[in-house]
């Protein structure tokens, strides 16, 4: 069992950046993939980014590709997300999510999920 708490949401001007947080509770955070979601009001959640159990490993969806980084501590049990260039579209409640697969994956499955933080992007 793994609890996910995200923070680190908050307002922010169009092209400004924000660094998200996830914070696992367990000793296992290091047995998982770790991925982040998003999700806007009125559509449906989707798939942002995600890491390997170890950090060797990333995948992004394309619309954040150059703009956000994840990454991970496995000591600090957490995982992050540097989100830079933000536009207003990119409003949304962040969720992390942790996996049992291997590698990075979009598609999961993703058994544990956070609350979510909202990121308000202002134009």
């Known amino acids: 069992q793994v609890q996910l708490v995200e923070s680190g949401g908050g307002l922010v001007q169009a092209g400004g950046s924000l660094r998200l947080s996830c914070a696992a509770s367990?000793?296992?955070?290091?047995?998982?993939?770790m991925g982040w979601f998003r999700q806007a009001p009125g559509k449906e959640r989707e798939f942002v980014a995600a890491?390997?159990?170890?950090?060797?490993?990333?995948v992004y969806a394309d619309f954040v590709k150059g703009r956000f980084t994840i990454s991970r501590d496995n000591a600090k049990n957490t995982v992050y997300l540097q989100m830079n260039s933000l536009n207003p579209e990119e409003t949304a409640v962040y969720y992390c999510?942790?996996?049992?697969?291997?590698?990075?994956?979009?598609?999961?499955?993703?058994?544990?999920w956070g609350q979510g933080t909202q990121v308000t992007v202002s134009s």
């Open positions: 999510a942790a996996s049992a697969n291997t590698g990075p994956t979009s598609r999961g499955p993703y058994d544990y």
């Open positions: 890491i390997s159990r170890r950090g060797s490993g990333t």
């Open positions: 367990g000793r296992t955070f290091s047995s998982y993939t």
